[in-house]
């Protein structure tokens, strides 16, 4: 790895960070103003319904990744025509896959709110305004989607930080006008489509003033056309199950217990997408990174890119969650006015289940550099399928609702082991040195930084003083933790020089 390439995953990564920051503060707060002012019941119903397009967003970052993974392959080998020329393809492509969906989200999404889902009387017609305006910001993402593959590309962080800045305080806006309108959840939804779809098209301004890629021609290549459909479609079967897997899985859970529930599973999604934030944005910033290097033939520096990008992902959320799984019921009591029955047993099961998922994304991102993800897609995405069934037949046989997430990390799991599998045949990355490098080290933190942090947390108050002491606690506790046993020799020794420069460099301020 280049001084260049380590000094540009470092800059685009506290790029990341503070946009990280600032978003999930104002997301947080964000919450808690939104559920006191359309209450527990229509909280719930805009999580189901309005997830019943949102969660085809998802189909969005598949897409966004797919195209990345080609425009940084040609990036990588400097062939600047062919990244015109994908560019333009895929927006082609996107367009037309955007029109499909739309078309059966909405058919099927009218069919599930009207005759399927557990919604009050009087909500059905508001519910149907949430599910229309949830879908047309679908159409917008699908479409934009192609934008932010081309600023991620081109590892253009700065953009992308303050696109997403300036749509957390929209949303804190949105939030506040909800005190003082008359129809709530209509006006939320209206708002919020309106809030999705202007900084995507801001975006799209900029990448076409900004990039030469960014063209706008008419340009049809057959061949080209074939091998990007064959590589999306894979990507978006993998995303279908995932979407069948969520959203799947939160219609169940409205069949099943109605709209507290709901409304207690989208809290924890909202603490999840605030914590994963962490160590989704460190990988976003490495992820260009790994894609060039196979485009490159650099198969030593991106195996040990892959091990690294896995345990720092690991370890970021790991800091995070750790202090929420063991004070849950306070942090929830203090966040929010009004705590859903259930939400502090869901926010601690999806913390845990976006642990197991976090060692996915290095993986993945390699596997879908080598370009083939057929066996993968098959036989990993199909056995992560098995969660929605078996979560059926765990709720019918009376399990609890958030039995659902240690369902869905054994399916995220098993589609890891898949994954290491099949990409050992293309590159020197095998289960069991992916185990002594990565699970090993991680499985000591594990051990070790949760018994000791659970020892303090018997002994510290549960006020709020005693909180801040317990995750400043949790916090060294980690810290000494994975640099004593998480990381290798050679990264201790670059953590001491960088230190060592800091400190010199105060001294001679000074």
């Known amino acids: 790895m280049s001084s260049s390439d380590n000094k540009r995953i470092a800059k685009n990564t506290l790029m990341l960070y503070g946009r990280m920051a600032m978003i999930m503060v104002v997301s947080l707060f964000t919450s808690r103003v939104v559920l006191a002012a359309l209450g527990v019941d229509d909280y719930g119903v805009y999580n189901v319904v309005g997830g019943l397009s949102s969660a085809l967003i998802f189909f969005s970052s598949t897409l966004t990744v797919s195209t990345q993974r080609f425009l940084n392959y040609e990036l990588g080998k400097g062939n600047s025509k062919r990244v015109k020329d994908i560019f333009n393809t895929c927006l082609l492509l996107f367009i037309a896959i955007a029109v499909a969906v739309l078309i ?21 017609g508001a519910a149907l305004v949430v599910l229309y305006c949830t879908i047309i910001s679908l159409g917008s993402t699908f479409i934009f989607s192609v ?6 590309a081109r590892e253009n962080m700065k953009i992308y930080a303050y696109i997403g800045i300036v749509d957390a305080f929209a949303k804190l806006a949105i939030a506040y006008l ?19 779809i202007l900084p995507k098209l801001c975006m799209a ?5 900004k990039y030469e890629e960014v063209s706008h021609e008419w340009i049809w290549s057959k061949d080209l056309f074939k091998e990007l459909t064959g590589f999306t479609g894979w990507n978006l079967y993998g995303a279908t199950v995932w979407m069948v897997n969520g959203q799947g899985i939160n219609i169940l859970l409205n069949m099943f217990f109605g709209p507290v529930v709901n409304a207690a ?13 962490f160590s989704a944005n460190f990988f976003t910033a490495v992820r260009p990174q790994i894609v060039k290097r196979y485009a490159a033939d650099e198969h030593d520096s991106l195996i040990s890119l892959v091990y690294a990008s896995s345990r720092f992902s690991f370890y970021m959320l790991w800091c ?7 004070r849950c019921d306070y942090v929830l009591g203090v966040w929010l006015k009004e705590v859903p029955e259930y939400a502090s047993q869901f926010v601690q099961w999806v913390l845990i289940y976006s642990i197991v998922n976090s060692f996915n994304n ?20 199909n056995l992560f399928l098995l969660a929605f069934p078996a979560s059926y037949i765990a709720l019918k046989l009376g399990a609890s609702p958030e039995s659902v997430y240690p369902i869905l990390s054994l399916g995220r799991f098993a589609f890891l082991l898949v994954t290491l599998h099949n990409i050992s045949k293309f590159i020197n ?18 051990c070790i930084t949760t018994a000791v942090c659970a020892l303090f947390s018997d002994f510290l108050p549960n006020n709020f003083l005693g909180l801040i002491a317990f995750c400043l606690i949790s916090l060294a506790v980690n810290a000494v933790t994975i640099f004593t046993t998480g990381i290798t020799s050679g990264e201790r020794q670059i953590i001491k020089r960088k230190v060592n420069l800091i400190l010199h460099r105060h001294e001679i301020t000074q």
Do not use: D
Not at 320 to 326: D, G, K, N, R, T
Not at 432 to 441: M, T
């Open 265 to 277: 599973n989208g809290i924890a999604a909202q603490v999840n997408n605030a914590v994963n934030n």
């Open 362 to 381: 290095p993986v993945w991102t390699a596997m879908t550099a080598t370009g083939h993800l057929r066996r993968s897609v098959i036989v990993g995405s």
């Open 178 to 196: 909800m005190v003082v309108v008359s129809n709530k959840l209509i006006m939320y939804a209206v708002l919020m489509m309106v809030v999705q």
């Open 320 to 326: 995070i969650s750790l202090p929420l799984i063991l």
């Open 147 to 152: 934008y932010e593959s081309v600023l991620i």
């Open 104 to 124: 059966i989200g909405a058919t099927a999404g009218q069919w599930l709110v009207t005759n399927k889902l557990v919604i009050p009387e009087h909500q059905r």
């Open 429 to 446: 990355l095998s289960i069991s040195k992916y185990f002594r490098h990565v699970f090993a080290p991680v499985c000591y933190v594990i």
């Open 205 to 209: 301004i900029y990448c076409t003033r």
